[in-house]
């Protein structure tokens, strides 16, 4: 079994890391490199660390991106092609498809972390081995989403569409309770607004906080404690991945396939 799980893994990490891919990265790379240069141009000071922030936050979104469609889209082409239930068709349970499938992820995440790295390492190598290692994090926990979006909705653009909204909703949410607590002294005695504020905490509770992403603030800093925000970050990120395989793997076991 664990070597059928191990020629599984090769052969998904294939189609997913391609020359296409790589073609990708470093069309992202330029574009953030000019994208900083422009920025550092307009920035009055510290012209370079505001630069090194704003490529970071391009090169992680894009990324994050990269990983939820590209994750998505195996899935779906394995979906519609049959190739799924061909699979585990095989002496080979959904878990080890599972396990191949985070596996490939694995080393996705790694290559386009090392990716988000390069601008960085070039100026600071703190920073740099920092925002590799917490993007590697994020980037496997924005995959995770994608997974679980298309196992459950079986449809590509509306699992995309849930990957990304999630991912959005958990790194944004901080922003969007800050601003619903400033308008609770206007809209208060609304019992709408009140609905809303207790349903967002509750949605909030269930996503991963603003520990499990990486901190681009820190890069603006002197003297950043890199080790406190990545152990943080791993605590978290660790808890949320088991959280979400328990999940997929619940929903792809009830899963009936080639209905």
């Known amino acids: ?12 990490l294939i189609g997913i890391v391609n020359r296409r891919l790589l073609v990708s990265l470093l069309m992202l790379l330029l574009l953030a490199f000019l994208g900083g240069r422009f920025v550092a141009s307009l920035a009055l000071i510290d012209s370079e660390a505001v ?7 391009f090169l992680r979104y894009a990324l994050v991106l990269m990983m939820i469609v590209g994750i998505s889209a195996w899935i779906a082409r394995d979906y519609e092609s049959g190739q799924l239930e061909r699979l585990l068709a095989m002496p080979l349970t959904r878990l080890h498809y599972l396990l191949a499938l985070f596996a490939v992820m694995s080393v996705l995440a790694a290559l386009l972390g090392a990716a988000a790295a390069l601008p960085l390492l070039a100026v600071n190598a703190g920073a740099g081995l920092y925002w590799g290692m ?13 997974v679980l979006a298309i ?13 990304l909204g999630l991912y959005l909703l958990s790194k944004l949410g901080p922003v969007i309770d800050l601003a619903l607590r400033h308008s609770s002294r206007y ?19 269930l996503l991963p906080g603003d520990a499990a992403f990486a901190q681009n603030n820190l890069l603006l800093m002197t003297q950043p404690d890199w080790a406190t925000a990545l152990f943080a970050q791993f605590t978290q990120t660790l808890i949320y991945l088991l959280f979400l395989q328990a999940v997929i793997l619940a929903d792809f076991y009830r ?5």
Do not use: C, H, N, Y
Not at 255 to 259: C, H, V
């Open 51 to 57: 630069a090194l922030a704003a490529e970071a936050d």
């Open 187 to 205: 809209f208060s005695d609304e019992a709408g607004f009140r609905i809303g504020q207790q349903l967002f905490t509750l949605i909030r509770s």
């Open 1 to 12: 079994m664990v070597a059928q799980t191990i020629a599984l893994f090769r052969f998904q």
């Open 255 to 259: 899963k009936e396939l080639g209905r």
């Open 151 to 163: 196992l459950s909705l079986e449809r590509l653009p509306q699992a995309i569409l849930l990957a």
């Open 134 to 146: 917490a993007m590697f994090l994020e980037l496997l926990l924005a995959g995770q989403l994608a």
